[in-house]
């Protein structure tokens, strides 16, 4: 049988158990932990999302200098995505995410053949899509190139991905604009 304990000794104990201090530092580090991870992997999806807009704006670049120059007839929009997404290496689905959109602008007004200010992005609850404006300007007219690419987001619940993307797609809009005067074209050119 156990000798008891007499209560002044469990007193000591109870009072011993208090002033430790192992593990102090675990509760903090456990409270805080969630805020490092979402700043974190925030910092990180913010890193992808602005590679992927630097890309997208290279490859609207080159394929606006290819119209620019006029080096060849007028492609039509399948041709335009191809052209901009052959240029992005690291973005998947480009063709199937990419809107382009051309309109000539007048250089007394600045007014546009456009119907919208707004970027016009693929819209995936519509089964067709609606045509985009393609217009290529006459020789020293002034046109604006406008793309909206729907680029995936890696954590798109939590974090930078729940502030600024779509919460029903997962997506976010990227988009690049260029403006370019058309120059003087060639015979064999449209």
């Given amino acids: 049988m156990l000798a008891p304990v007499s209560s002044w000794r469990l007193r000591l104990r109870a009072v011993g158990w208090t ?6 530092s675990t ?6 932990l969630p805020f490092f991870l979402m700043i974190f992997f925030s910092s990180v999806e913010m890193s992808v ?11 609207v670049s080159l394929t606006a200098r290819i119209l620019q120059l006029g080096i060849a007839d007028f492609p039509t929009e399948a041709q335009l995505k191809s052209s901009i997404c052959k240029n ?3 973005i998947s689905d480009c063709t199937t995410n990419l809107r382009v959109q051309l309109f000539e602008v007048d250089k007394t007004t600045w007014a546009t053949t456009s119907s919208t200010s707004t970027p016009n992005c693929i819209d995936k609850s519509l089964a067709t899509q609606p045509t985009p404006t393609l217009d ?3 020789e020293n007219q002034l046109v604006l190139m406008r793309v909206c690419l ?3 987001l890696m954590m798109p619940t939590s974090g930078l991905g729940a502030a600024i993307g779509d919460p029903a797609t ?4 990227l988009v690049a604009n260029t ?6 074209r060639s015979k064999g050119g449209e």
């Fill in 27 to 32: 509760l903090p580090a456990m409270l805080f």
């Fill in 88 to 90: 992005i290496a690291f």
């Fill in 179 to 184: 403006a370019f005067v058309n120059e003087p």
């Fill in 19 to 24: 002033r430790r201090e192992d593990g102090a």
């Fill in 49 to 59: 999302m602005m590679l992927k807009q630097v890309l997208l704006e290279r490859g």
């Fill in 170 to 173: 997962g997506r976010i809009a």
């Fill in 136 to 138: 290529r300007g006459a």
């Fill in 150 to 152: 729907l680029s995936k």
